[in-house]
């Protein structure tokens, strides 16, 4: 019985040193193996240059926190033309002061010529000779506003402007055609006969003071 128990606990010591021999030598390989393969993502990673570290130390060294406040569009200097284009100024103003002058020296004539037609033409219209009516050819007087319609829609075929004035007569509203008004009584007379040639009734001469 006693050299049972011993081949027990000999078989047991024994399998547990296997085991642990055994654990070892995995333990060895998963070593081994970590360190040769590759780590992941860090491979990945592209290594720095030495000129890539210096400039960004460079970069580091000249960063200025307040640049994104700086304005995108500097303002730029405005160069001072200022003088040279008063100095263009004067020099345009001596070179078109004879011009003006000229100029100036033209229309002093023509400006007496217009004041001395203007006046002349005054003088004309206040002479004791001057006529001092407008004339008028009545071609009809009618008591209807249709029929004295009708009258200068017939002169208006003819070529003659007519118009129609309206004046109570007699307690009655009239219609009045006319033609004129003209300046001179011969023009007016020489209408009248024309109208009455050409059919239009009997015309009659009225005059009106200016």
Not at 5 to 16: E, L, M, S
């Amino acid at each position: 019985m006693a050299s049972n128990g011993k081949t027990q606990r000999g078989g047991f010591g024994a399998g547990v040193g296997v085991g642990l021999l055994v654990g070892l030598v995995l333990a060895l390989g998963v070593a081994l193996y970590v360190t040769k393969a590759p780590i992941p993502f860090m491979d990945k990673v592209p290594q720095r240059t030495a000129e890539q570290d210096a400039a960004e130390i460079e970069k580091n060294r000249n960063w200025d926190p307040n640049s994104p406040l700086h304005s995108k569009n500097p303002v730029k200097p405005v160069p001072s033309t200022t003088a040279r284009t008063d100095g263009a100024a004067a020099q345009d103003a001596v070179a078109s002061a004879p011009a003006r002058a000229a100029s100036a020296a033209v229309r002093a004539p023509v400006a007496a010529a217009g004041a001395s037609g203007a006046s002349s033409a005054a003088s004309a219209s206040a002479k004791p000779g001057a006529d001092a009516f407008v004339y008028f050819v009545q071609v009809g007087a009618y008591a209807s506003g249709d029929d004295a319609e009708q009258q200068r829609a017939k002169l208006a075929m003819g070529g003659l402007k007519a118009r129609i004035t309206e004046r109570e007569q007699s307690g009655r509203l009239m219609y009045r055609v006319r033609l004129g008004p003209f300046d001179t009584r011969d023009d007016a007379e020489r209408m009248r006969d024309q109208t009455t040639a050409s059919g239009y009734g009997e015309a009659a001469l009225v005059r009106v003071p200016r």
